[in-house]
């Protein structure tokens, strides 16, 4: 699986640029509609204290954030995206992979009190990092966690898939494969150091299906 998590991260350098212009140029309707506005509502809904943004990207949550934390940091493992971040401040950003980060949590720092992983959760190591997240963050830490909702998987069981950004409507795209999860393995996943507090599915007004999953978590 190593040569997939590698793919995956290339892909995120070799779409920097197109990435960059989707977000800021709000040209995606689910985080326009949805799911911008979700991650958001669930930050502010504690306090903030120190916050990390695990999988920054290109910022944007760190931007928005900064006014409501006392510190935030941003970390990704594309240095493309850090770059673009670092263009418009907000935030301490980092480039660290997860590996790295599960391997050696204290490099993107301590004592976190929020921790919110924005559809940034993409491979198949997820326990290890939540683990490692949760050693650097305070005993009283919320983890928010969005992601691809569960029930447009097909077939619905956890395993690698690729995203071609079809959607997007423009070629260019470098494929990223990603690593989808049902519901109990996310479930499973956060039971080892947090404990699940809340299940959101953010939802469209205009739309019968959600957007996306949302969940809530503390340090156990």
Not at 52 to 62: A, M, R, S
Not at 115 to 142: G, Q, Y
Request: hydrophobic letters at 45%; aromatic letters at 8%.
């Amino acid at each position: 699986m190593t040569d997939l998590r590698q793919s995956q991260i290339a892909s995120w350098s070799d779409n920097a640029e197109r990435w960059t212009a989707a977000v800021r140029g709000r040209s995606i309707a689910s985080r326009r509609e949805a799911t911008d506005a979700a991650i958001l509502s669930a930050a502010r809904a504690g306090p903030l204290g120190k916050a990390l943004d695990v999988g920054c990207g290109e910022g944007w949550l760190c931007r928005e954030l900064r006014r409501d934390c006392v510190e935030i940091v941003g970390i990704d493992a594309s240095s493309e995206l850090v770059s673009r971040a670092r263009e418009e401040g907000g935030a301490n950003y980092l480039v660290l992979s997860y590996a790295e980060l599960a391997e050696a949590p204290m490099r993107a720092g301590s004592e976190f009190d929020t921790v919110i992983c924005n559809f940034s959760l993409l491979d198949d190591t997820v326990d290890a990092l939540l683990d490692a997240l949760a050693s650097i963050s305070n005993p009283k830490a919320r983890l928010l966690i969005q992601t691809l909702h569960p029930m447009t998987l097909t077939p619905y069981e956890d395993g690698w898939r690729v995203e071609r950004f079809d959607a997007f409507c423009d070629a260019g795209w470098a494929p990223m494969p990603y690593f989808a999860r049902t519901l109990s393995s996310w479930i499973d996943a956060i039971s080892s150091k947090w404990a699940l507090k809340k299940i959101m599915e953010p939802k469209a007004r205009s739309a019968q299906t959600p957007a996306s999953l949302l969940l809530v978590a503390k340090r156990r």
